[in-house]
T-cell receptor, first 111, second 114 residues
Framework: QKEVEQDPGPLSVPEGAIVSLNCTYS??????FMWYRQYSRKGPELLMY????GNKEDGRFTAQVDKSSKYISLFIRDSQPSDSATYLC???????????FGRGTSLIVHP | GAGVSQSPSNKVTEKGKDVELRCDPI?????LYWYRQSLGQGLEFLIY????????KSGLPSDRFSAERTGGSVSTLTIQRTQQEDSAVYLC????????????FGSGTQLSVL
């Protein structure tokens, strides 16, 4: 079992939809949780990170962490075709300095 | 430079040859990471540098893989006697010390072993 599990998709939604992307993890030591977005033939870019449990909002994006269930979510409101990309979640213990990534979920937002 | 720079962007090689992949991190970033991304497999950790030393090289898949970092800046990942299963995108990332939640990635080197 991988430390971070993520459904690879693809997830296809119409423009304007609310998107929910999810991950589960097994390492109880994770303290930091990150979401990266990766466009085709590009490196991942950091979208958001959170520390411990709770919510964090940035524009159309909301990250949510529930440490009790080891569940990480990213919500995208008013999705746009430019949001079409692969979204990778990651966790890090705060002491290892090495993030562990999920496989990524491919998102397609069609006009 | 403004971002993490990797070269070459594409490398095609024959099985058994050695290859060197280069990473130039963001100026001032003391931490540097190498990951490998295969189709549908996500990012696989290879090695982590803090300055010129590598506290964690546990992800290197075999002794054919090695990496070094000089001057606290540029890093080179070397793969000796390449095999077809080495074909992947090799990604480099850098961050400020103790800021592993904020990695900045390069665009990667696509390695194809024929």
């Amino acid at each position: 079992q991988k430390e971070v599990e993520q459904d690879p998709g693809p997830l296809s939604v119409p423009e304007g939809a609310i998107v929910s992307l999810n991950c589960t993890y097994s390492n109880s030591a994770f303290q930091y949780f990150m979401w990266y977005r990766q466009y085709s033939r590009k490196g991942p870019e950091l979208l958001m990170y959170t520390y411990s449990s709770g919510n964090k909002e940035d524009g159309r994006f909301t990250a949510q962490v529930d440490k009790s269930s080891k569940y990480i979510s990213l919500f995208i409101r008013d999705s746009q075709p430019s949001d079409s990309a692969t979204y990778l979640c990651a966790g890090e213990s705060g002491g290892s300095y090495i993030p562990t990534f999920g496989r990524g979920t491919s998102l397609i937002v069609h006009p | 430079g403004a971002g993490v720079s990797q070269s070459p962007s594409n490398k095609v090689t024959e099985k058994g040859k050695d290859v060197e992949l280069r990473c130039d991190p963001i100026s001032g970033h003391t931490a540097l990471y190498w990951y490998r991304q295969s189709l549908g497999q996500g990012l696989e950790f290879l090695i982590y540098f803090q300055g010129n030393s590598a506290p964690d090289k546990s992800g290197l898949p075999s002794d054919r893989f090695s990496a070094e970092r000089t001057g606290g800046s540029v890093s080179t990942l070397t793969i000796q006697r390449t095999q077809q299963e080495d074909s992947a995108v090799y990604l480099c990332a850098s961050s400020l010390a103790a800021a592993a939640e904020k990695l900045f990635f390069g665009s990667g080197t696509q390695l194809s072993v024929l």
